[in-house]
């Protein structure tokens, strides 16, 4: 039992490239949620899945986009990338609404640096 | 927006003291609050959570409490060991168009030997 894989681990980009992150859970969870974590400012939401073929914003969306086309999967992509991105990017994945007090499982994280 | 606070943002104890570290949110409708710790270089990991209908919960050497009415909550962790030094994040359910939750900026605890 993997729990939630992220890859890749580490990644560095040039600015304007384009790149997606992988993010596959094995749980069978319907939620998942990508976030980004810079010094100081901890978890910030960038867009999360309710379900297979649902997405939405979080309160740091722009520059991103995600799919979730397989209930197991949600990719995360960087159209442009940009310096201002660069930071430590995490999936999460819970088996259900946080007001129904189910807590959110975290991948490893990936280091993307944009230069 | 919603948000949720977090103090101290760095706290250093000596091994065997308690160390505490409070939070304050502002959705009166949040009902779960978990609390993560990460480790430096790991994945941020879930070590106790409380319902709103619950004002205090005890896991062995750590323990939260809530306070509904002031919209706070705590994190206490007793007989500090090396090995809790971490970063420390809070919490809070949001009840919006998709639940979900809003992390507090994170609390360094450093366990002096």
């Known amino acids: 039992n993997a729990g939630v894989t992220q890859t890749p681990k580490f990644r560095v980009l040039k600015t304007g490239q384009s790149m997606t992150l992988l993010c596959a859970q094995d749980?069978?969870?319907?939620?998942m949620y990508w976030y980004r974590q810079d010094p100081g400012m901890g978890l910030r939401l960038i867009h999360y899945?309710?379900?297979?073929?649902?997405?939405a914003k979080g309160e740091v969306p722009d520059g991103y986009n995600v799919s979730r086309l397989k209930k197991q999967n949600f990719l995360l992509g960087l159209e442009s990338a940009a310096p201002s991105q660069t930071s430590v990017y995490f999936c999460?994945?819970?088996?259900?609404?946080?007001?129904?007090?189910?807590?959110?499982?975290f991948g490893d994280g990936t280091r993307l640096s944009i230069l | 927006g919603e948000n949720v606070e977090q103090h101290p943002s760095t706290l250093s104890v000596q091994e065997g003291d308690s160390a505490v570290i409070k939070c304050t949110y502002s959705?009166?409708?949040?009902?779960?609050f978990p609390w993560y710790k990460q480790e430096l270089g790991k994945r941020p990991q879930l070590i106790i959570d409380?319902?709103?209908?619950?004002g205090e919960k005890k896991d062995q050497r750590i323990a939260v409490t809530l306070n509904k009415t002031a919209k706070h909550f705590s994190l206490h962790i007793t007989e500090t060991q090396p090995e809790d030094s971490a970063v420390y994040f809070c919490?809070?359910?949001?009840?919006?168009?998709?639940?979900?939750?809003?992390f507090g900026p994170g609390t360094s605890l450093s366990v002096i030997p």
């Open positions: 999460a994945s819970s088996s259900g609404a946080a007001t129904n007090n189910q807590p959110q499982h």
């Open positions: 749980m069978n969870h319907e939620y």
């Open positions: 899945s309710v379900g297979e073929g649902t997405t």
């Open positions: 959705d009166s409708a949040s009902n779960y």
């Open positions: 409380i319902r709103s209908n619950v």
């Open positions: 919490a809070a359910s949001l009840k919006t168009s998709y639940d979900k939750v809003i």
